[in-house]
Structure formats: C-alpha cells, structure tokens
C-alpha cells in the first residue's frame, strides 16, 4: 500500500515536474521574473489562472506532517488555531486563504487582492534605518496593511464593551449581533469578502466576527476601517473617528454592487 502510494507521489512529481517545464516552455527563469505581468499596471488586471500557470506550487504545497524537529503538525495547535472556525488538517498560508473550506465561505481573495506588484529592484538583501520609506514592497510582497484588516487587535475601547471579548462576550450573549445589528450595519461590501455568508455564520458563531476582529491579531494595533454612513448613524462623528473615509478604497469596489448608501441622520 505504501509502495503504491509512494510510486504514485513519484510520478505526480515527476508529471508536474513536466507541467512546469511546458507552461514555463519558451520562457528562460529571467523571463519569467520579470515578466510584466507582475508589475503595474498589468497585475492588477491578471487572473488566478495567469499566475498559477508559473506559481502551481503556492497552492500545491502541503505542510510537512512532522517538522525536522519531529513535531508533528496534527498534535501542534497555535493560540489562533483555537477560533471556532479553525477546521482541518495544518495548512500553508496561501491554502488558507485561498482554498480550504472557511476561507472559500467568507473570503474571495485574489492573487492580486495581496500581490499588488512588487519589483526587483525595490527589494534589497540588506535592509537598513535609512531605507527609502516610500518604497512600500521593500523586500515585502505584501502591503502589510491590508493584512491588519483581518488581523488587527479587537477595538472593545470604542464599543462600550468593557474589555477584551474572551472576558466579557458573555455579557453580550458571546454575540457581536447584539449590538451589530444596529451599528455598522453596513459592512463587508468588498470585492475580497463575501458580506452575505459572513453575516449568516456570524448569527451561528461569534467566533467568525471576532475572528477577524481580534482572535488571530498579528498586530498590536487595531485596523481604522472606513466608516460607511448606516441608516440611524448619528450626526456627531466620535474622536477616534474624526478623518475616517466613508468609503473602502476604489480598487476593492471594483465589480461590486454597492448598496445604496443612506444619507447621514436617516432613521433605519
Ligand atoms: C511566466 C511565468 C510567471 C508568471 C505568469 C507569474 N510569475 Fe511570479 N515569478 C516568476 C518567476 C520565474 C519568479 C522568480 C522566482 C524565484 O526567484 O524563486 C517569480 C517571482 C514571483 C514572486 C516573488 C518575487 C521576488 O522578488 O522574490 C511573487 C510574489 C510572484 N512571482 C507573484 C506572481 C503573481 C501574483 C503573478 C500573477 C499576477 C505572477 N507571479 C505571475 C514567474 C512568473
Ligand atoms: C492573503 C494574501 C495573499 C494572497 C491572496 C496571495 N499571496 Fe502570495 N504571498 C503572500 C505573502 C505575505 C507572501 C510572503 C511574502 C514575503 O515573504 O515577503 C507571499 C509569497 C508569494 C510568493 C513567493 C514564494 C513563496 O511561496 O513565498 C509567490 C510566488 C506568491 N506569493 C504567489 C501567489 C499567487 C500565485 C497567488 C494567487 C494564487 C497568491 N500568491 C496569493 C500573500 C498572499
Ligand atoms: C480578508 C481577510 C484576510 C486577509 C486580508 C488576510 N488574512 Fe490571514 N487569515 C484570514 C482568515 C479568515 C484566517 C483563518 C483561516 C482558517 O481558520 O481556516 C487567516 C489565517 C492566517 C494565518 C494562519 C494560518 C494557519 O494555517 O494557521 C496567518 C499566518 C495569516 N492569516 C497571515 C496573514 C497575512 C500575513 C496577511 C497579509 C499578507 C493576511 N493573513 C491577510 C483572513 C485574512
Ligand atoms: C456593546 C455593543 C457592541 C458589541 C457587543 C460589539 N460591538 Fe463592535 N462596535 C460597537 C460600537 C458602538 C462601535 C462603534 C460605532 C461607530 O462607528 O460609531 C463598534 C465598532 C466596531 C467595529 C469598527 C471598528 C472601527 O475602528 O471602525 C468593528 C470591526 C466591530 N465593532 C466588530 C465587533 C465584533 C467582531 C464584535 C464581537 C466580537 C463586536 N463588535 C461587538 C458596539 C459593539
Ligand atoms: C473574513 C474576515 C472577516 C469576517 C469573518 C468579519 N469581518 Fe468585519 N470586516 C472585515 C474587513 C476586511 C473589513 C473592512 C472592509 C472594508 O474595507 O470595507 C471589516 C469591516 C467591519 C466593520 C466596519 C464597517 C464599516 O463601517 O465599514 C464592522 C462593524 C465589522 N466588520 C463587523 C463584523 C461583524 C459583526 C462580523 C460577524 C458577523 C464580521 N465583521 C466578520 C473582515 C471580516
């Protein structure tokens, strides 16, 4: 059984192997580094389907079952792992957010919702205190922003809630809802996310609202989300919130429909 099944590995390997080899075809490694398509403006209109004909193995990749160290991934569960809605087997990071089951339910991530083009030549080996600031992708793929989104601390200070949501979501009924279906309630309206079944898995579980609002924050700091107007939202506009736009940024509206946003002071 083994056998067979290591045989069967072997000349998948060998079969993608000679995917690669074809699809790469004409194109030499330096070619295919700098191919325009991962630069502006080209990236930003790229399929999927147009990196993974280079990149297959960004999703192809499966975590080791034991590290070196001979931790096995299934007995070794991370403090994020912990969130209700963590299923499954370990997975790598672009699986994660591109193709297990969860991510597919609430999210509808692109390559190039992260991968926003990054050059060669603004990444450096070395990097130091003087580096150009302004070079966003220095030796990142990713604007780190755009991460926090999901992975920001939970903001209870602005809530009226009393402290951290693993403490006091029992005396909101351990349901964001409670008080979400009256404030904020227009939200998610982005081409990345998918608003519809976010809401509905939110009634069932808490758990996927705090999520990503807190329950696998990589940051100390919270994300300053735009603050789109609400039907009953109050004129007065909060400290914390002075300067916040009332609109995501223009390239995650692309191919949505925006609901008709209600004027400020509207009675639900
Ligand atoms: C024609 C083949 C090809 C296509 C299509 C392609 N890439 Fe690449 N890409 C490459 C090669 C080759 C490299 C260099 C790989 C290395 O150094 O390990 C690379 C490198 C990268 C890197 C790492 C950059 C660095 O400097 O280390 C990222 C991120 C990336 N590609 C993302 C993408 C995304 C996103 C797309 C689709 C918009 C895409 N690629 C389309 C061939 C391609
Ligand atoms: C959730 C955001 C996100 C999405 C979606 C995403 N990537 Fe990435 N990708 C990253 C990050 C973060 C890195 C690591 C960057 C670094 O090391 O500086 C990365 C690294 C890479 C690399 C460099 C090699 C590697 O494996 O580290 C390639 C190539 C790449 N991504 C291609 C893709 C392709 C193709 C897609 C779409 C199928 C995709 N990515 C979708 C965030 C993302
Ligand atoms: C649109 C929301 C969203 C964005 C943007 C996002 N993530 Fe995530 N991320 C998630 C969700 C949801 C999960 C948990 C998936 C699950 O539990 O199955 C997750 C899981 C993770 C994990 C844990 C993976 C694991 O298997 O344990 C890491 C690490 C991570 N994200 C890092 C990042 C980084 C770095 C970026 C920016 C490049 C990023 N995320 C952008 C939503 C997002
Ligand atoms: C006691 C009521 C209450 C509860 C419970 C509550 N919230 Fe809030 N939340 C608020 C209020 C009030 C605001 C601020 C409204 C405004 O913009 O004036 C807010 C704002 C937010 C914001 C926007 C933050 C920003 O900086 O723009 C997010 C995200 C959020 N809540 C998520 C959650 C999640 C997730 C939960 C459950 C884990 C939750 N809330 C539970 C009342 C609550
Ligand atoms: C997959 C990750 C994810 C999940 C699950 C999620 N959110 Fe969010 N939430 C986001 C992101 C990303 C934004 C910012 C979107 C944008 O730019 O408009 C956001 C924005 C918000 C805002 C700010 C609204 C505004 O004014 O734009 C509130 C409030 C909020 N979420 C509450 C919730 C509640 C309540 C739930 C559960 C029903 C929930 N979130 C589930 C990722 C998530």
Not at 3 to 11: G, M, N
Request: aromatic share 10%.
């Amino acid at each position: 059984m083994k056998r067979t099944l290591l045989l069967t590995f072997s000349a998948l390997m060998w079969l993608g192997v000679q995917a690669a080899a074809e699809t790469t075809g004409d194109k030499d490694y330096q070619a295919g580094r700098w191919d325009p398509i991962h630069f502006k403006p080209a990236i930003e209109q790229a399929t999927d389907e147009q990196c993974l004909e280079c990149h297959r193995e960004v999703l192809d990749k499966q975590v080791r079952e034991q590290s070196l160290a001979g931790v096995k991934a299934a007995e070794a569960l991370a403090w994020y792992q912990t969130v209700g809605t963590y299923q499954g087997d370990q997975e790598t990071f672009h699986r994660r957010h591109l193709v297990t089951e969860y991510a597919t339910q609430v999210m509808d991530l692109k390559c190039n919702t992260c991968h926003q083009g990054n050059d060669p030549r603004d990444e450096a080996g070395m990097s130091h205190a003087e580096g150009d600031p302004t070079l966003n992708h220095y030796r990142k793929h990713v604007d780190p922003n755009l991460c926090l989104k999901c992975h920001g601390q939970f903001p209870y200070q602005i809530m009226a809630v009393p402290g951290p949501w693993p403490e006091f979501g029992h005396v909101f009924q351990d349901n964001c809802l409670l008080c979400h279906v009256t404030f904020r309630t227009n939200r998610h309206q982005v081409n990345y996310l998918k608003p519809e079944a976010i809401e509905a898995l939110g009634k069932q579980d808490a758990d996927t609202c705090y999520g990503c609002h807190g329950g696998r924050s990589w940051y100390r700091i919270s994300y300053p989300y735009a603050r789109h107007p609400w039907p009953g939202m109050a004129e007065a506009v909060p400290d914390w919130a002075k300067g916040r736009p009332a609109q995501s940024e223009a390239r995650f509206l692309v191919g949505i429909k925006q609901p008709q946003a209600p004027k400020q002071g509207d009675k639900p």
